[in-house]
């Protein structure tokens, strides 16, 4: 009985974690490209959080079974539908900008 307690308590939190990586690659893999753009944070954000809400509702309906209240798994990734984009955005342009910076010259 104490075993189902565990599972149905870290489900959600594992689903959390699993969700904001999922949320974050899309968002990362298009800031990180090196044309300039005025929406393309606003592209990333929003296919980042579709591809959270999709990863969520299929990771919601696969745990439904092994969790007492799968409201619980949903919420975690809604939460994370949302907040993963943002990791991957301030990710990717950080790691643009580590790489157009220039190498000092050595001197002879």
Same mark, same amino acid.
């Given at each position: ?40 944070? +606003?592209? #990333?954000? =929003?296919?980042? $959080?579709?591809?959270?809400?999709v990863a969520t509702i299929g990771l919601s309906l696969a745990l439904a079974t092994w969790v007492s209240t799968p409201l619980a798994v949903f919420n975690a990734g809604a +939460?994370? #539908?949302? =907040?993963?984009? $943002? ?22």
């Amino acid at each position: 009985m104490h075993n189902a307690y565990v599972a149905s308590d870290l489900l959600p939190a594992i689903a959390f974690w699993f969700v904001v990586v999922l949320a974050a690659l899309p968002a990362f893999s298009i800031m990180r490209q090196s044309k300039r753009g005025r929406a393309r944070s +606003a592209i #990333a954000y =929003l296919a980042g $959080f579709f591809f959270g809400l999709v990863a969520t509702i299929g990771l919601s309906l696969a745990l439904a079974t092994w969790v007492s209240t799968p409201l619980a798994v949903f919420n975690a990734g809604a +939460a994370a #539908a949302f =907040l993963g984009p $943002f990791t991957g955005i301030v990710h990717g342009k950080l790691r643009r900008a580590m790489r157009r910076r220039p190498q000092p010259r050595p001197e002879s």
